[in-house]
């Protein structure tokens, strides 16, 4: 029974020691030059939203090899950022997104800046202006 359960931990120790030191495959990887490919279905360019509307971003992107993305909403008049949303993606071809703000102020002009990333560092973005009117 005792050589059993050492038979165990040894197998487990090499095991886990080849995971820890075996290289990680990436869907293309360094020698990719396609660029993800970025949809967003809400909002339209220069949308207009009144005080207390929820702004709703969706959309999807595709890649042979997706990595991470990142949606921000930032406020023109000054460069904050009011919101954001970091996705780690890794190995995913198709990530569809979602995301919602309910806007607080009676004026202003933002921009919804979505951005996705592949493992060949290969990045779109896309720049969506919005209103907000009283």
């Known amino acids: 029974m005792r050589f059993i359960l050492l038979t165990i931990v040894a197998f487990l120790i090499?095991?886990?020691s080849r995971e820890r030191g075996a290289e990680v495959h990436h869907p293309g990887g360094d020698h990719d030059?396609?660029?993800p490919v970025v949809q967003?279905?809400?909002p339209v360019m220069n949308q207009q939203y009144r005080n207390q509307d929820t702004l709703k971003i969706e959309g999807n992107a595709t890649?042979?090899?997706l990595h991470a993305g990142n949606i921000r909403i930032i406020d023109e008049a000054n460069g904050n950022v009011l919101k954001q949303q970091a996705f780690d993606l890794h190995t995913l071809n198709t990530y569809n997104f979602y995301l919602t703000h309910v806007i607080n102020v009676t004026r202003a002009n933002?921009?919804?800046r979505v951005?996705?990333?592949d493992h060949g560092s290969n990045h779109?973005?896309?720049n969506i202006p919005v209103k907000v009117m009283p």
């Open 40 to 42: 967003v279905n809400q």
């Open 63 to 65: 890649d042979i090899g």
């Open 110 to 112: 933002y921009t919804i």
């Open 14 to 16: 090499f095991s886990c």
């Open 115 to 117: 951005d996705f990333e």
């Open 124 to 126: 779109t973005v896309k």
């Open 33 to 35: 030059t396609t660029f």
